[in-house]
């Protein structure tokens, strides 16, 4: 499985950013999807998750703020991320799990710079 996330860019704090991870095959068939993000000397941080049932979750950092979704037609998973601030500058990567068969998959990441 290989997943592709793209829509980072530069942006104003309070400002939004989508972005998308496309995977190569039907998401439908991966348990759960998700996104986590590494900023400059921080470590790897879990802050969005999907799961095939339809449920979500969300670190505490980004709650309120980001939004997580399935496009099952497109094989996409999306972040909507609003209301960004500067400690959110990060590289974003999406990774997807599943059961049967086991296996997990990480993708390339994508550069989010949020200025004050």
């Known amino acids: 499985v290989q997943l592709q996330a793209s829509g980072g860019g530069l942006v104003q704090a309070g400002g939004s950013l989508r972005l998308s991870c496309v995977a190569s095959l039907n998401i439908s068939s991966l348990d759960h999807m998700g996104w986590y993000r590494q900023g400059p000397g921080q470590e790897r941080e879990v802050i969005a998750g999907s799961h095939v049932s339809g449920s979500t979750e969300y670190a505490g950092s980004v709650k309120g703020r980001f939004t997580i979704s399935r496009d099952n037609a497109k094989n996409t998973v999306y972040l909507q991320m609003n209301s960004l601030r500067p400690e959110d500058t990060a590289v974003y990567h999406c990774?997807?799990?599943?059961?049967?068969?086991?296996?997990?998959?990480w993708g390339q990441g994508t550069l989010v710079t949020v200025s004050s």
């Open positions: 990774n997807a799990l599943s059961i049967s068969p086991p296996g997990a998959y």
